[in-house]
């Protein structure tokens, strides 16, 4: 759940999925939909999909082999399990030598060579302490967390700034070197179509797994305008617009809900910020 998410926001996450799913063994039997509805907001689904298939596979080599991996390769072949994890796992769990670079990692390193061309890879492992490599990992990502930062690197407060070739050149804020990101503007219309106490959804064209508002399809008729808002994923920006609509035949794709089920399935975060415009007055066309 911390991959490219914030403690802050999994915490709640995190305490809710550990309460359904306490044990390894209730996480692979349980229905995908379940998994997706507890990680909805959390963004990047594919975590939540491979975390189960994770552990299905160490169900599996629990009745074969005796449990969970205790190796750098087996922990790597687990699904969704990369190099940062694995070296993670492998050092804090079983005191293992393996650098676990993520972001903060390579920022600190690199601003350590004082180099952006630099092997950070090799220059971490060569750094990393062999008596107690899981805190050196953990030390290390915490520092880059909250001292060695992006834009304004807290150098005076660096246990390791007399260490740091990035300072002494003076370049420590233009390491690593900033990259440009594009975005691509993007607007969709989605519709709020009820009848009788329930709601059309349809499967999500971004999201796969969860349920989201239709856009504009054949034979809809369009009522008032109940509100718009923005949201963003990756490198493309989304201009959502809301509206009331009427139809005589909704596509095949598209399912009733109950709108007292909404809580019980996987909606994704555009189709729970579109249905808080319900809460809103209506807004002329």
Same mark, same amino acid.
């Given at each position: 759940m911390l991959q490219q998410t914030r403690v802050a926001a999994v915490i709640p996450y995190f305490e809710r999925f550990l309460k359904r799913f306490p044990r390894v063994e209730d996480l692979a039997e349980a229905s995908e939909t379940e998994v997706l509805s507890l990680w909805a907001g959390l963004g990047y689904y594919s975590r939540a999909r491979n975390l189960q298939k994770a552990a299905?596979?160490? =169900?599996?080599?629990?009745? /074969? *082999? @005796?449990g969970f991996p205790t190796d750098h390769a087996s922990i790597r072949e687990l699904a969704g399990v990369g190099d940062y994890t694995a070296a993670a796992v492998a050092s804090i769990a079983f005191g293992l030598p393996h650098a676990a670079? /993520?972001? !903060? =990692?390579?920022? =600190?390193?690199?601003?350590l060579a004082g180099d952006a061309t630099a092997d950070i890879g090799a220059l971490a492992t060569q750094l990393m302490s062999r008596r107690d490599p899981g805190r050196? !990992?953990?030390?290390?990502? *915490?520092l880059g967390a909250t001292v060695? +930062?992006?834009? /304004?690197?807290l150098c005076d407060a660096c246990p390791i700034s007399g260490e740091?070739?990035?300072? %002494?050149?003076?370049?420590?804020? *233009? +390491?690593?070197? %900033?990259?440009?990101? =594009?975005?691509?503007?993007r607007e969709h219309t989605l519709l709020v179509i009820r009848r009788k106490g329930r709601i059309l959804l349809t499967p999500s064209p971004r999201v796969s797994g969860f349920w989201e508002l239709p856009e504009v399809f054949s034979g809809v008729r369009l009522g008032?305008? +109940? @509100?718009?808002?923005? &949201?963003?994923?990756? !490198?493309?920006?989304? &201009?959502?617009e809301v509206r009331e609509a009427r139809i005589t035949t909704s596509p095949r794709e598209c399912r009733w809900w109950d709108e007292k089920q909404l809580t019980d399935i996987p909606?994704?975060?555009v189709a729970k910020k579109a249905l808080r415009c319900l809460n809103a007055p209506s807004i002329a066309p």
């Open positions: 299905r596979q160490i =169900v599996r080599q629990s009745m /074969d *082999e @005796g670079i /993520d972001g !903060n =990692v390579r920022r =600190v390193v690199m601003r050196w !990992n953990q030390a290390m990502m *915490e060695c +930062l992006p834009r /304004d690197p740091c070739q990035a300072r %002494r050149l003076g370049i420590q804020k *233009e +390491l690593p070197p %900033r990259k440009t990101k =594009v975005m691509i503007r008032p305008k +109940l @509100g718009a808002f923005r &949201h963003v994923i990756t !490198n493309s920006q989304y &201009h959502f909606l994704s975060t």
